[in-house]
């Protein structure tokens, strides 16, 4: 067996294609050149439609959380309130950063597993007239479960004017995003997801009206204060240094995407999550998030005491150097998550799919080897 050929099947980070790999050992070159300039300016444009939005995008040398972060420490001052939708580990990040900050952060909780509906959040803004600002994940990678965010917009714009913010890093570039249509205010995401690229950069985009709230609070951040990203876009570039490598991958990446299209990229990625939904059930695999909320990237499994998880896990990644997550929190070592976003298609899913079947016997699960395959490739056969 080839011990290098290690197969991510996690939500991140994702395997990355080869020639990006090649792309990102360019020779370095002058970060504040007029040549770099010109690659970060048109890759930067290049963003702007996987966000779906007309306002700039900033390009961050940071993870996903640093542009959590900077959704908070520029739009909001301590003692102002905000709403935090959370249904998950992710969600609960949010709120911790903004009671860093001395932000009220009152939670509208669900059940992990479960999605925030237009009706909870309505109910709960009713009770909460004073809030700046609603944060909210697209994606709860910890979960599988995708929230509906244009619905819960709606309910936003409906109800008060408070500012909508959206964590998209565990999805975008994957699911449609219409950041202006739809009404959200801030939109941020990160590099190592369905953007196929090592971890260190982070995306944000701020809509007119987080621009007018943004500019007339007191700048509580420095590297992540917005303003100087703005200031520096101007003139082409960053702040401070940017990943120069990244970028380079970054401009490779874009070209393989604008290749397939932003709608096939998303109807392949709701496809593999088909497939992968359908093989769990033909394996008598609990499935965390209900259909109308699943996420298109990845797939939280509860094996609810068949099988443990873990072993499977480890045996997956013994025998075949295969990788797929575990649990979080209070569902560590009871649930497992595959992940099948970014550079990976349906075959992907198949081989996956596979080799769980395998460890499953391996380990001594109850499994009918082929269940998961042949209900995985009916979903396959049935697109095609």
Same mark, same amino acid.
């Given at each position: 067996?080839?011990?290098?050929?290690?197969? /991510?099947?996690?939500?991140?980070?994702?395997?990355?294609?080869?020639?990006?790999?090649?792309?990102? #050992?360019?020779?370095?070159?002058?970060?504040?050149?007029?040549?770099?300039?010109?690659?970060?300016?048109?890759?930067?444009?290049?963003?702007?439609?996987?966000?779906?939005?007309?306002?700039?995008?900033?390009?961050?040398?940071?993870? *996903? %959380?640093?542009?959590?972060?900077?959704?908070?420490? !520029?739009?909001?001052?301590?003692?102002?309130?905000?709403?935090?939708?959370?249904?998950?580990?992710? *969600?609960?990040?949010?709120?911790?950063?903004?009671?860093?900050?001395?932000?009220?952060?009152?939670?509208?909780?669900?059940?992990?597993?479960?999605?925030? %509906?237009?009706?909870?959040?309505?109910?709960?803004?009713?009770?909460?007239?004073?809030?700046?600002?609603?944060?909210?994940?697209?994606?709860? &990678?910890?979960?599988?479960?995708? #929230?509906? +965010?244009?619905? $819960? =917009?709606?309910?936003?714009?409906?109800?008060?004017?408070? /500012?909508?913010?959206?964590?998209?890093?565990?999805?975008?570039?994957?699911?449609?995003?219409?950041?202006?249509?739809?009404?959200?205010?801030?939109?941020?995401?990160?590099?190592?997801?369905?953007?196929?690229?090592? %971890?260190?950069?982070?995306?944000?985009?701020?809509?007119?009206?987080?621009?007018?709230?943004?500019? #007339? #609070?007191?700048?509580?951040?420095?590297?992540?204060?917005?303003?100087?990203?703005?200031?520096?876009?101007?003139?082409?570039?960053?702040?401070? %240094?940017?990943?120069?490598?990244?970028?380079?991958?970054?401009?490779?990446?874009?070209?393989?995407?604008?290749?397939?299209?932003?709608?096939?990229?998303?109807?392949?990625?709701?496809? @593999?999550?088909?497939?992968?939904?359908?093989?769990?059930?033909?394996? !008598?695999?609990?499935?965390?998030?209900?259909?109308?909320?699943?996420?298109? &990237?990845?797939?939280?499994?509860?094996?609810?005491?068949?099988?443990? =998880?873990?072993?499977?896990?480890?045996?997956?990644?013994?025998?075949? !150097?295969?990788?797929?997550?575990?649990?979080?929190?209070?569902?560590?070592?009871?649930?497992?998550? +595959?992940?099948? @976003? *970014?550079?990976?298609?349906?075959?992907?899913?198949?081989?996956?799919?596979?080799?769980?079947?395998?460890?499953?016997?391996?380990?001594?699960?109850?499994?009918?080897?082929?269940?998961?395959?042949?209900?995985?490739?009916?979903? $396959?056969?049935?697109?095609?």
């Amino acid at each position: 067996m080839f011990t290098d050929k290690q197969i /991510l099947r996690i939500p991140g980070p994702t395997p990355i294609p080869p020639r990006v790999q090649q792309a990102m #050992n360019q020779p370095m070159m002058g970060h504040r050149s007029g040549k770099f300039s010109a690659l970060f300016a048109r890759t930067a444009e290049r963003l702007k439609p996987y966000f779906g939005t007309q306002q700039d995008v900033y390009i961050i040398a940071g993870s *996903g %959380t640093s542009a959590l972060e900077m959704g908070v420490v !520029n739009t909001l001052q301590p003692g102002d309130e905000a709403a935090i939708l959370v249904s998950g580990n992710f *969600g609960e990040r949010f709120a911790k950063i903004c009671e860093r900050y001395g932000v009220v952060a009152h939670r509208l909780e669900v059940p992990w597993g479960e999605a925030v %509906t237009p009706e909870k959040l309505d109910a709960f803004l009713k009770e909460k007239p004073q809030v700046k600002a609603v944060f909210a994940t697209y994606c709860e &990678t910890s979960t599988g479960v995708q #929230n509906p +965010i244009a619905e $819960l =917009a709606q309910v936003i714009r409906k109800q008060s004017d408070a /500012l909508f913010i959206v964590d998209a890093v565990s999805c975008l570039g994957a699911v449609p995003c219409e950041m202006d249509a739809w009404g959200v205010d801030i939109v941020v995401t990160g590099s190592q997801k369905a953007f196929m690229l090592p %971890t260190g950069l982070a995306f944000l985009a701020a809509s007119e009206r987080a621009w007018s709230v943004i500019d #007339n #609070n007191k700048s509580l951040a420095f590297y992540l204060d917005l303003k100087a990203y703005r200031k520096s876009m101007k003139d082409q570039t960053t702040p401070y %240094t940017p990943a120069v490598s990244l970028i380079f991958g970054l401009a490779e990446v874009l070209d393989i995407l604008e290749e397939e299209g932003l709608d096939a990229i998303v109807k392949r990625h709701e496809l @593999m999550r088909d497939m992968t939904r359908a093989a769990m059930r033909a394996l !008598n695999i609990k499935l965390m998030a209900e259909d109308a909320y699943a996420a298109t &990237t990845v797939t939280s499994c509860d094996p609810q005491g068949a099988f443990d =998880a873990e072993a499977m896990r480890k045996a997956l990644t013994k025998h075949y !150097n295969i990788s797929i997550a575990g649990g979080q929190q209070h569902l560590k070592g009871k649930i497992f998550r +595959i992940g099948h @976003m *970014g550079y990976c298609e349906p075959l992907d899913v198949l081989q996956v799919i596979a080799a769980i079947e395998m460890s499953l016997h391996k380990i001594g699960a109850p499994v009918e080897l082929g269940a998961g395959v042949k209900a995985a490739q009916e979903v $396959l056969i049935a697109h095609a």
